[in-house]
């Protein structure tokens, strides 16, 4: 039965994406190395550990919106679901390499989007836990499945200026806002109203 073990190799953004992607180097190792593996449905789910790494006084400002005040962070600061991934790793032995895609989003009113632009250097730690399938030959070259143990997980550093990379690729000088749908209508009519060309024109003449 394979012994498999995790390792994140490295991160990349995908070129040429239609909509921001990170892609996750995932090394896998079976103990058992002569042991054939003929597919893995492989599940990933990745977390982001806030309370694993040191904030800047900017930073903490930028991020009161998510955790509050500094002295509140004992409380407030703690693990958080970044997303989902999944991807199918073809035949291999004894070890293989594939890329774990991974969405991005640039929208301000989801919260690890909020977090992600409240830093400015260093590194954001991630824990992937990993869960899926595994197809493999028996030693009576019967094919057999058993589940990935629910322990196995592996633990990464992104770096913050590859996220901030990505994000300026698709979005050069640009930030995303989500607002009510009755609140965009007064504001376009206001805009419309006045004859503004841009919403950089808009929300200048109001902020003051």
Request: with cysteine; hydrophobic share 40%.
């Amino acid at each position: 039965m394979p012994d498999l073990s995790f390792h994140v190799e490295s991160a990349e953004p995908v070129a040429y994406s239609v909509a921001p992607l990170m892609g996750l180097r995932i090394r896998l190792e079976n103990k058992i190395e002569a042991e054939e593996i003929r597919s893995i449905m492989l599940q990933c789910q990745i977390r982001i550990e806030t309370t694993r790494r040191p904030y800047t006084p900017s930073e903490q400002r930028q991020l009161r919106d998510l955790f509050g005040t500094p002295e509140r962070w004992n409380q407030t600061l703690h693990s958080m679901l970044w997303t989902n991934g999944s991807v199918v790793v073809p035949p291999f032995r004894g070890a293989t390499s594939v890329d774990l895609p991974v969405p991005c989003t640039f929208d301000l009113t989801v919260a690890t989007a909020k977090y992600f632009n409240g830093l400015e250097a260093g590194a954001v730690p991630l824990t992937l836990l990993f869960s899926g399938s595994v197809f493999y030959l028996a030693a009576d070259d019967r094919l057999q499945v058993t589940q990935i143990a629910w322990d196995k997980e592996a633990s990464f550093a992104l770096p913050v200026e590859d996220w901030k990379k990505m994000m300026d690729a698709h979005y050069p000088n640009m930030a995303w806002l989500g607002v009510r749908r009755d609140v965009f209508n007064r504001l376009y009519r206001y805009k419309m109203d006045r004859g503004m060309a841009t919403w950089e024109q808009t929300l200048e003449s109001i902020l003051p």
